[in-house]
């Protein structure tokens, strides 16, 4: 495949979005209706459900896209060996500190708002570091005895880098070929091409596997969905012909999502099963169409308006990782913490959210980013202060 090293100032600034919006979709977790999560507010909304439907068919397929779309640069820069160590250091120790350091406190609170222990934090940790089994529904992972809970995207992502480096060398082998016919894709292509391997995972391995299960192991079904996006990204921005396609669509794509979503909504709200012959390959492919659209109406409105070096960008990019490792953390504690105070539907989880945000940006600029040891352990690269880097670590993920 031809060479494209040059740094995408479009991608970097979706993926500080993409992440923005997944600490925006965890707080919704703690207060939409019917959904469990590891601690939910008293003040639950059914109305919000729409909102975070729309969203969660497409949120990590973003973030798995774009990483995939900054790996080909990373890859591209660094050849294969200096890659493999670099991403064992930026995902593997971020995994293993966030395990032992950054979430107990979330399975903590967990198993408190589930009358499972008393509180103290010692004490729960003394047995939680035995890593034992706990009793059933305790937090989540309590049946192996520990839990990476929002970090289960870092292992995720482990998988898939490293296969990407025995792909990439395939690929390489039919370069001219493959260049030919990224640049020359037709409309038609780019919108309907990705959906038969999607439908297909959807009608043979999400039977016999389910959906995800955040555990790594046994995950076909979310790792085959996963790591179709992950290469659609290494693909598409290894041309740039794809990228003026999506600028030409963009108004279509904007009102194409949308109506895939409404698709969506009707079969999976509005119809009854096995009401006309072919339904239920109908909606499988209306799932996964609208997964697409949405994703191809980010990417193209992105690249329009995003493709420029912001002056915000360095320093958010370096920001994100650590951003992304504490939040959840801050945001169950600090909902734990005021869901008892009756603070209402509105003061509540606006609190939350300014407590969250407010502790990432305290914790990552006065503490990780000032200590080198900090700064390994969070996955960022050492450097003296001044210019942030424009390289960061999830932004090659």
Known sequence: MQKITQRRHDIDALRVLAFGLLILYHLGMAYVAEWGWHVKSTHQSESLQILMLAVNQWRMPLLFLI??????FLLGRLGSARFFLQRLRQLLIPLLFGILVVVPPQAYYEALSNGVIEPGYLSFLWQYFTFQPWPADSFAGSHIGFTWNHLWYLPYLLCYTLVIIPVSYFLRAYQAKMDNWIAGLKVWQLLFIPLLPLTLYGLYLFPLFGGINYAVVGDWYTHAQFFTFFLLGYLLVSNKAPWKLLVRLRFFLLVAAPLCFCLFLLFDRGLEGDMFPGQSLIQLIVIYANRWFWLLAVLAWGHY?????????????????????????????????????????????????????????????????????????????????????????????
């Open 305 to 397: 308006y995003l493709n420029r070096p912001f002056t915000w960008l360095p320093y958010a990019t370096e920001a994100v990782y650590p951003w992304y490792i504490l939040h959840q953390t801050i945001t169950v504690t600090a909902l734990f913490e005021l869901k008892g105070l009756s603070l209402g539907p509105v003061i509540e989880p606006l609190l939350v959210f300014f407590i969250t945000v407010i502790g990432c940006l305290t914790i990552h600029e006065f503490i990780i980013r000032r200590v080198s040891l900090l700064r390994l352990l969070f996955g960022l690269k050492a450097k003296t202060l001044g210019k942030p880097p424009i390289l960061s670590p999830i932004n090659q993920n």
């Open 67 to 72: 990483s995939g779309a900054a790996t080909y």
